[in-house]
């Protein structure tokens, strides 16, 4: 079955500290999407990144970037010199297929981890 | 561009009353889902339609029904409202790509049943 865990419920940092956020998943597909949202205060989920399970290179996008193991299933996100302005609640997700081998775009989300970033 | 647009944002509703939550996108995606989010916990899904005229079960379907008529709406109903409903509710479209292509959310609608 699909499953998505990301075992940091809460992580606490001060301004300007690097910080990882944990995802590990489980699939029985072969090739794979992954992706990281972001759940700011306010509320609404900003996407921030998709992987192709082909694609294992390091994504950097300014201060964020994702490592992406295949060979331990995980795919893990660092913000580097955090802000206050990162705070918010991150998921990792993960498609989920019908028996017919299509998602249609459904998916499975991890518990996600509380970031917040003090001054 | 309003993207995906959910109404309301908040209700109260008392056990037993009904309610459909409302849901519209303009980006023309074929793709629409329902998630509910609980406190602490990841999204789950509870329907998705993959155009208009055809729905199907999520994860957490029981309680909720969905039609979609049209591509640009998705309402969410329900009948008989339960404790347990209280939530957040999250409506989502996206379109058929190459894999699964990334997932637009409207607002949310947070929902209390007392």
């Known amino acids: 079955a699909q499953k998505v865990t990301q075992a940091q419920t809460e992580i606490s940092v001060v301004e300007k500290e690097d910080v990882t956020l944990d995802c590990v998943y489980e699939?029985?597909?072969?090739?794979?999407?992954l992706f990281w949202y972001k759940q700011p205060p306010s509320g609404e989920l900003v996407f921030l990144i998709r992987?192709?399970?082909?694609?294992?290179q390091n994504e950097i996008s300014g201060r964020y970037s994702w490592n992406f193991q295949k060979s331990t299933s995980s795919f893990n996100f660092t913000i580097t010199a955090s802000q206050v302005v990162d705070s918010a609640v991150y998921f990792c997700?993960?498609?989920?297929?019908?028996?017919?081998?299509?998602?249609?775009?459904?998916?499975?989300f991890g518990q996600g981890t509380i970031l917040t970033v003090h001054p | 561009n309003a993207g995906v647009t959910q109404t309301p944002k908040f209700r109260i509703l008392k056990i037993g009353q009904s309610m459909t939550l409302q849901c519209t996108q303009d980006?023309?995606?074929?793709?629409m889902y329902w998630y509910r989010q609980d406190p602490g916990m990841g999204l789950k899904l509870i329907y998705y339609?993959?155009?208009?005229?055809?729905?199907d079960k999520g994860e957490v379907p029981n309680g909720y029904n969905v039609s979609r008529s049209t591509t640009e709406d998705f309402p969410l109903r329900l009948e008989l409202a339960a404790p347990s409903q209280t939530s957040v509710y999250f409506c989502?479209?996206?379109?058929?790509?190459?894999?699964?292509?990334?997932?637009?959310f409207g607002q949310g609608t947070r929902l209390t049943v007392v």
């Open positions: 989502a479209s996206s379109y058929p790509g190459q894999g699964s292509t990334e997932a637009f």
């Open positions: 699939t029985r597909d072969t090739t794979y999407y």
């Open positions: 992987r192709n399970s082909f694609d294992e």
């Open positions: 997700a993960l498609p989920v297929a019908n028996a017919g081998g299509t998602s249609y775009g459904k998916l499975t």
């Open positions: 980006m023309n995606h074929n793709y």
């Open positions: 339609s993959v155009g208009a005229g055809i729905t």
